[in-house]
């Protein structure tokens, strides 16, 4: 587990300066639990974010264990995954585009067209999207979250995300969810911790809150 790239407390602070529905809801919610996971890599983080792309957590972790346990070891690395015969990734349970997602994802990390975890480092955000999104099955949202959950950035908002819609419709007392476009005119003020801001609303969007 790594640190934030970024203050916590810091972060908080100015959300609650910036935005008093937010502070209420921070202060109800408590200290930001935002954790970065950075020891995989990017083709292991990349690998596990396509197994759970659209499914429940729990069908995708079972589907994940399946896959990493065709390996000998429990990371498998590129080379790997392109020497095994890709009906045994559909036989894990892995749809075709998700097979074909991982053998894309595999072979740019081998010549080199996919970034590594440290010159993704050196990158500004919309230029770490655009090489992850290179990769088959990668989209806008999936970068997003290694941004903020790979790489610690500060300032990333996920409009598209659902929960965070949800989050912003609580928090803001909206009757209907906002559009990608609506959330980022809501959240702009919270710049530049939108990231810390984001994690807030998915909290929120699984919270009740008092009318």
Known sequence: MSRLRYNRRQAVDHLCAACPPLARFIGACGPLGLRVEAGDGVFGALSRAIVYQQLSGRAAATIYRRFTGLFDEARPAPADVLRLDPARLRGAGLSRGKALA??????????????????????????????????????????????????????????????????????????????????????????????????????????????
């Open 102 to 211: 991982i053998r894309d994802l595999a072979a740019r990390s081998l010549d080199g067209s996919l970034a590594s975890m440290r010159r993704l480092g050196r990158l500004d955000d919309e230029d770490v999207i655009a090489n992850l999104c290179r990769v088959r099955g990668i989209g806008p949202w999936t970068a997003q979250m290694f941004l903020i959950f790979n790489l610690g950035r500060p300032d990333v908002m996920p409009a598209s995300d659902l929960g965070v819609q949800k989050g912003v419709r609580a928090v803001y007392g909206l009757a209907e969810l906002p559009s990608p476009d609506e959330v980022l005119a809501r959240t702009a003020h919270l710049a530049p911790f939108r990231s810390a801001a984001s994690w807030y609303f998915w909290r929120a969007a699984d919270t009740v809150l008092p009318a």
